[in-house]
């Protein structure tokens, strides 16, 4: 039998069912990802399977250290059969880690091969992957095409044009929606330096005079509403930590005025004002009934050397702790509460640990105002936790706590045409637990709500939660 198979990360019937009548065709809203805009618009060939699978793969590189492997053939000018046969040897050694687990699963869905890839066969594997390379069927619209992919939202600053986003909905030969999602990082940047000359830009893209905490958040709300007209219906937010601190008019305006002009705050001033300026932008997000996201707990670039040989998101990353999340998320969620600024949000946590601090949290802030059930999302497992451990984790805790019933599920993450088996593998991992349930008799083996629940969770909960 072939690794891959319907039976793959399934343990029991129920669950072999629920994938294969329910789970496996369904489309994919992938509401978070890196992909650019632009390369889906030019649609361009890739050269070979080592520009698919390695260039700008951080998960992959870091693997391949781990395994000993030289950075000249990870991220140096090593030629193309040199960095595949790399990362063949580390596949090699991967057994408990998804990225095996990943790599077959593109392996089967898009090269239709089975066999296991290592250091033995790389060169068959690499010369069948790149004779099909070469058709139209592995450009990035094919790609996604195949993958059965209805909507995806990638990451966009706040000043970027769109332009590529608004050529792709012009296109008419070309139905998946690209939708931008707003990600105001220049906005919450320590360096009072770099905010200024963002504050700057801003006022000349706006056409607006910035000297003012209320002149700033209108042109703010000129760039949202800038997103909105081109589909965005989501925010995302990168903090290293949740951290809130009540920050008063005035005082918000002084802080401001001051960064705005070069000078740093202290760490309380940052605080007080990152958090005014959290509840400003939560309420341009309420007003227009967008979903925003809060992705929390990386502590990003940590080795300073490779940082200036490489760069960054190259696979120096780590989970954060943090002193008093729970507090702290608790009184930011309930200050724009008090602001009457809570939208629908999704919180994503990286430190497993804090699970059930996340999902407890959630659980305080739901309600009907919205016009969907759960609001208050608790994201899927996110980055280091895209495991099957993770997965687990997060979905027992959601479900501990809250309604599994309703969750908006999976999401790639990730900068790769390739990487759509992710909800495959979610989905898999989903129907097994539930399924699982159902064989302990912890729950009935009722199919229409079981299946209704598989339906929602893979596809049907995130159509209604964006509403694009």
């Not at 070069?262 to 309420?283: K, P, R, V, Y």
């Not at 309930?334 to 994503?348: E, G, H, S």
């Not at 912890?442 to 596809?459: D, F, Q, S, W």
Request: aromatic share 12%; charged share 20%; proline share 2%.
């Amino acid at each position: 039998m072939d690794f891959i198979n319907d039976h793959f990360m399934i343990d029991n019937e129920v669950g072999v069912r629920l994938y294969q009548d329910v789970a496996k065709d369904l489309p994919i809203i992938d509401y978070h990802c890196h992909l650019e805009a632009k390369d889906i618009y030019e649609n361009k060939s890739f050269e070979d399977i080592t520009q698919l699978w390695l260039a700008g793969d951080h998960y992959k590189w870091r693997a391949m250290r781990a395994n000993g492997i030289n950075e000249h053939f990870i991220t140096g000018d090593a030629s193309a059969e040199d960095k595949f046969r790399a990362w063949a040897e580390t596949v090699e050694a991967a057994f408990g880690n998804p990225l095996y687990h990943w790599t077959h699963l593109e392996l089967n869905k898009y090269f239709g091969c089975n066999m296991n890839l290592d250091s033995q066969n790389w060169r068959e594997v690499m010369a069948h992957c790149n004779q099909l390379i070469k058709h139209s069927d592995f450009k990035p619209r094919r790609l996604m095409e195949r993958s059965n992919v209805e909507v995806i939202c990638t990451t966009d600053a706040p000043l970027d044009s769109l332009e590529y986003h608004r050529l792709l909905q012009q296109d008419q030969t070309f139905a998946i929606k690209v939708l931008p999602t707003f990600r105001p990082d220049d906005v919450f940047n320590e360096k009072a330096a770099e905010f200024a000359l963002f504050i700057t830009k801003l006022a000349q893209l706006t056409e607006t005079r910035i000297d003012t905490f209320n002149q700033f958040a209108d042109a703010i709300g000129k760039r949202i509403d800038w997103f909105h007209k081109v589909g965005c219906r989501i925010s995302d937010h990168g903090p290293v930590s949740i951290q809130y601190k009540a920050c008063s008019p005035e005082d918000a305006n002084h802080l401001f005025s001051r960064k705005a002009e070069g000078q740093s705050l202290t760490d309380e001033e940052e605080i007080q004002l990152n958090s005014a300026i959290f509840i400003m932008l939560s309420a341009h997000y309420k007003a227009r009934n967008w979903a925003m996201q809060i992705h929390f707990g990386a502590i990003r670039n940590n080795n300073s050397r490779m940082r200036q040989q490489v760069g960054i998101n190259a696979g120096f990353d780590s989970i954060n702790d943090q002193l008093h999340l729970a507090s702290s998320l608790n009184q930011l969620l309930d200050a724009m509460v008090q602001a009457n600024a809570l939208p629908k949000t999704i919180l994503y946590n990286l430190n497993a640990s804090y699970n059930d601090v996340v999902a407890t949290t959630i659980a305080n802030f739901q309600s009907a105002e919205h016009g969907v059930k759960s609001p208050m999302q608790f994201g899927s497992g996110w980055w280091f936790n895209d495991t099957r451990r993770g997965m687990e984790s997060q979905l027992n805790s959601l479900a501990d706590q809250g309604l599994l019933m309703h969750f908006v599920g999976m999401l790639t993450d990730s900068r790769s045409f390739v990487s759509y088996t992710r909800h495959d593998y979610f989905r898999r991992i989903l129907c097994n637990l539930i399924g699982g349930w159902v064989e302990k008799g912890e729950v009935p083996n009722n199919k229409e709500v079981l299946t209704r629940m598989i339906r929602n969770i893979c596809h049907a909960n995130a159509n209604n939660y964006f509403n694009f």
